[in-house]
């Protein structure tokens, strides 16, 4: 009996300036994938939430500008929510790919809770709308914010099961990167 061929797909398109354009770029993509037969469309580190690249935050260590604040602060803002929690940097795991941790609530103006059904900022349906529509297994990078924390993350996106996972590192800084001893990449 023959091993089924899987085909795979690759895109390295750059990020746009929002997110909602950048989930409609990746549908395109996925479309085109889905044309050309893909079974698996892998898509780059960080292309959801914003790759900052060239900015250094106006930082040197014990010191950074306040251009460098507001720079962070934009960055921060436009990262994906995907509405899982920290949990020693590990999130939930199962729980949040089982959708089974509680709904979101925020306080209102008036002080009064205000319930929202879903977890996170819509960035996981549209991934789970987008491979479910093309029928294309998507692995795509994004900059995630999860309890004040950053990170660098990939998810995977099953056409029939929705996200089946996630991959979480910490968002290294400008400095790590630049002081690190080494890097090993197998």
Known sequence: MTAPKIRLATASPGTLATTKETLSQLQDV???????????????????????????????????????????????????????????????????????????????????SSVSWSRGDGTREELERIARDTGVFIVVGLVEKAGGSLYCSAVYVCPKLGIIGKRRKVQPTKYDYSHSVSLIYI
């Open 30 to 112: 996925a479309v085109r994938a889905a044309a050309n037969k893909a079974d698996i469309l892998l898509l780059p580190e960080a292309y959801l939430g914003g790759y900052p690249r060239g900015l250094d935050f106006g930082c040197k260590i014990g010191f950074r500008t306040d251009e460098g604040r507001n720079d962070f602060l934009r960055y921060f803002k436009s990262a994906i929510d995907l509405g899982d929690t920290v949990g020693d940097g590990a999130g939930a795991g199962e729980a949040w790919v089982k959708r089974q941790l509680g709904v979101d609530s925020t306080e209102t103006r008036d002080g009064r």
